[in-house]
Nanobody, 114 residues
Framework: QVQLVESGGGLVQAGGSLTLSCVASGRISRVAAMAWYRQAPGKQREEVARVFYNGRIRHGDFVRGRFTIDRDKDKNTLTLQINNMTPEDTAVYYC????????WGQGTQVTVSA
């Protein structure tokens, strides 16, 4: 089994920045990819950014440079930095890991006030 624990969510004003962290533990020897997803109220869950096993990064279509994903293999952590935030970034952000089975964290709430 794999456990993913997110942290760093909270309330931030529009224009501000936030860094989310995810710590992975358990059977994480064959990680195919790690990613951040988000789900806003009333909307489907969408992928924000993904880091593949070879280091390649893929961003969601909406990202446009405001999101930076980073994986530290030694510390088994995945971070997401979000800059110039808008109220549309309000969502629950989830950490995801594939080994290759799918594992999800519990999510961390991010709220951006206007």
């Amino acid at each position: 089994q794999v456990q993913l624990v997110e942290s760093g969510g909270g309330l931030v004003q529009a224009g501000g920045s936030l860094t989310l962290s995810c710590v992975a533990s358990g059977r994480i020897s064959r990680v195919a990819a790690m990613a951040w997803y988000r789900q806003a109220p009333g909307k489907q869950r969408e992928e924000v950014a993904r880091v593949f096993y070879n280091g390649r990064i893929r961003h969601g279509d909406f990202v446009r440079g405001r999101f930076t994903i980073d994986r530290d293999k030694d510390k088994n952590t995945l971070t997401l930095q979000i800059n110039n935030m808008t109220p549309e970034d309000t969502a629950v952000y989830y950490c995801y890991l594939a080994n290759p089975a799918d594992f999800w964290g519990q999510g961390t709430q991010v709220t951006v006030s206007a």
